[in-house]
């Protein structure tokens, strides 16, 4: 174990799965970037976010690949090549661009396996930065993970920590199918313990950061965070709530969730993505149609309202979830009428 | 101009059309607007009064200017999220640019785009855009509705070279040549694509891609005004007169970051000081101001207009950093025309 950030738990998995599978390359805008003239073969950039940084000294120009503004056709030829033996790890620099590309998300990658009979594998990631709270604007700080969630034949895991960053990257890199790797931008510099070496968080199972009794909250990505923060916060108190990460979206540990619920009989979820027909949404009713005879309280959703992300980043923190919202939705669940009559 | 074609230096040739005194000094006006109020924005930021941070147009100034020149009212311009040298060519405001970069009320979009999204629909900036080449397809659009309103209007389109990789262009060439849209695409290559040099992700010339389309393709100087103002007049001209689309490619090059913040992140250099300084000598504001010392302009004139457009930066700057910051109302208010969401 070593204290690691959030990044640098992004860089280990890649290093790791490329030193130990040659068929996993990395494509993507400015994974390299380079020094002038016309090869470019200095790195500058390591990407964006530094996360590649000295990949392409290590792998090689050939495994880490330096791609145009091209999303769709990074995505079309991760999928290609996924099909035809290589394990491609494709980034979409934020997670807004999948607009540029989503038929190579929606119609191609998700439907080979199954409109193929089974006959062909699509082991591609793509690795997405989603969240708000740079001030970004409408166009770089959304949270879409529902949107791919809900298209059947696409996994995607959202890390909330930098255990998790790596261990489910690892995963996602050695899994068949296709996953959507959904980073939190704002995380990016969270430190945390990581384990050292070969390391694997399996999908669609659940960790619980807090454990408690009285209210159960599920959160997601940084969220989990803000989540955690509260229950600390409530505890002095002796309110003891537990809360829920899912880690993945699609597959869901619902069991976690629900075993949660029969326990507390109450629910908070938090979750940066849309009030409307999102993973807030799917919780409370998963809880409303498995678990009702359990709630003592109505759930609680808290997100951002329906709208886009604003700029100016004093009605960004405004938009977006905070601790007091979360602690306020906690009391309600404890307040409610629903609890004192039960 | 059928072909792909560049020309050696027609800024210098005399047989094409040459701006009046008048216009070049209207012109380089608007070329040091632009220039100090990036400068400035460079400063604010590394102040740290910006929310965020600014892509400057330092050393595309002859681009916006020489197009935007041969515009009229009511032609239209999409941009991109490095734009606010068109929005200032197309005489958007100055205090609604730097309070919107500031993230405040009254700014040109109410704070809620911020740097590459000001658009102001009265002087036909149709909106600087944070999708890369998220414009092409746009601007198209605004040349068809130019096009069926037939009121001789025009649609502008300013992208990178990084963004003419997206399909939109091809597919926005091909289109435009069928129905022979009042539309300009200008391409301004400026060396990168964010860290990466152009030749590293770009195959073949940009301008010579029209030709697939049958549409006239032209590369230019894009840090020579007049050269830019030149290829500029044509294209324009040929797209009122409904003879349909033109591309141009404005070489030209980025003088600062790619984003004023990138010295915090990147592990080396993606250029050499060298390259940088030896763009420098082909500044395109000081070959203005030559020409115009030539054309018997005083220095002290020239001058003025220069501590002028400090001024103006300096005076928007100081607005935009007390400007209040927008009320929570607009976050729901403003999503529906004629409801809350
Ligand atoms: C669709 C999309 N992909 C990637 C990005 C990230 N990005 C922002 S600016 C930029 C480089 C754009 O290069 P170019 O079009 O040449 O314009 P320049 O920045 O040189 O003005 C990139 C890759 C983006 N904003 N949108």
Redesign the interface.
């Known amino acids: 174990m070593a204290v690691k950030t959030y990044r640098e738990a992004i860089t280990e998995a890649l290093q790791i799965e490329m030193r130990r599978d040659p068929r996993v390359i990395i494509l993507g805008e400015d994974v390299v970037g380079g020094l002038g003239g016309t090869n470019g073969e200095v790195e500058a950039a390591g990407g964006t976010f530094g996360v590649t940084a000295g990949f392409a000294a290590e792998f090689g120009r050939r495994r880490v690949i330096d791609t145009p503004i091209t999303e769709s056709a990074i995505v079309g030829a991760a999928n290609g090549a996924a099909l035809t033996g290589l394990r491609p790890v494709a980034e979409v620099m934020f997670m807004d661009f999948i607009g540029v590309c989503l038929d190579q998300m929606l119609n191609q990658m998700a439907k080979f396996r199954y409109m193929f009979g089974g006959k062909c594998d699509v082991p591609v990631v793509i690795r997405t930065l989603m969240g708000a709270g740079f001030g970004a604007g409408p166009q770089h700080s959304q949270s879409l993970h529902a949107l791919l969630t809900a298209i059947p034949g696409l996994k995607v895991a959202l890390p909330s920590s930098p255990a998790d960053a790596k261990g489910l990257l690892a995963t996602a890199i050695r899994d068949n199918d296709p996953v959507i790797f959904c980073e939190h931008k704002v995380l990016y510099g969270e430190s945390g313990e990581v384990p050292d070496g070969e390391y694997l968080v399996p999908f669609g199972e659940a960790n619980v950061t807090r454990r408690g009794n009285h209210v159960t909250i599920v959160a997601f990505s940084r969220m989990v965070l803000l989540a955690n923060a509260v229950a600390d916060r409530l505890a002095k108190e002796g309110i003891s709530v537990e809360v829920i990460d899912p880690r993945t979206t699609s597959p869901l540990d619902r069991d976690s969730i629900l075993e949660s619920v029969e326990k507390t009989g109450r629910l908070v979820v938090v979750d940066e993505g849309d009030p409307y027909c999102g993973m807030a949404s799917e919780i409370v009713s998963l809880a409303a149609t498995e678990a009702l005879d359990a709630l003592k309280a109505a759930p609680v959703k808290v997100t951002p309202p329906h709208t886009p992300v604003p700029a100016t980043p004093h009605l960004e923190q405004e938009w977006l979830p905070s601790p007091d919202k979360i602690e306020k939705a906690v009391r309600a669940t404890l307040d409610s009428k629903l609890a004192r009559a039960g | 101009m059928d072909t792909y074609a560049v020309n050696a230096n027609p800024s210098l040739d005399p047989t094409l059309e040459q701006p009046t005194r008048d216009e070049l000094l209207a012109m380089y006006g608007r070329m040091v607007l632009i220039r100090r109020v990036e400068e400035r924005l460079g400063d604010d930021f590394t102040a740290g009064k910006l929310?965020?941070s600014v892509h400057l147009y330092v050393g595309q100034e002859a681009c916006a200017v020489g197009v935007c020149a041969r515009l009229e009212d009511g032609d239209w311009v999409a941009s991109t999220h490095r734009g606010h040298g068109h929005y200032l060519a197309r005489d958007g405001d100055v205090r609604g640019l730097f309070a919107e970069v500031f993230?405040?009320r009254d700014?040109i979009c109410r704070?809620?785009?911020?740097s590459?999204?000001v658009a102001d629909f009265s002087k036909g900036i149709i909106g600087a855009?944070?999708?890369?080449?998220?414009g092409i397809g746009i601007a198209t659009g605004a040349a068809l509705a130019a096009q069926m309103q037939d009121r001789g209007r025009v649609a502008v389109c300013f992208f990178g070279d990084?963004?003419a990789?997206?399909?939109w262009l091809g597919e926005a060439l091909n289109i435009a040549a069928l129905w022979r849209l009042p539309l300009v695409l200008v391409c301004e290559n400026n060396g990168f694509?964010?860290?990466?040099?152009t030749?590293?992700?770009?195959a073949g010339s940009i301008a010579s891609r029209a030709a697939g389309y049958g549409v006239p393709g032209v590369a230019v100087d894009g840090n020579d005004l007049i050269e830019v103002w030149q290829a500029a007049g044509p294209a324009v001209a040929r797209a009122r007169a409904g003879q349909g689309p033109t591309l141009l490619e404005l070489r030209t090059y980025r003088t600062r970051a790619h984003t004023e913040s990138e010295s915090g992140?990147?592990?080396?250099?993606?250029?050499?000081v060298e390259?940088v300084e030896d763009w420098r000598t082909r500044d395109p504001l000081p070959r203005v101001r030559d020409r115009l010392s030539a054309a018997g302009v005083r220095d002290d004139e020239l001058d003025t207009i220069d501590a002028e457009a400090r001024r103006l930066a300096a005076e928007a700057s100081a607005f935009a950093e007390t400007n209040p910051?927008?009320d929570?109302s607009?976050?729901?208010g403003?999503?529906f025309h004629d409801q809350e969401?």
């Open positions: 929310p965020q993230g405040r700014g704070g809620m785009g911020g590459p999204h855009n944070a999708v890369v080449g998220g990084g963004a990789a997206q399909g694509a964010e860290f990466m040099p030749a590293t992700v770009t992140f990147l592990s080396r250099p993606y250029r050499t390259e910051w927008p929570p607009v976050v729901y403003l999503m969401p």
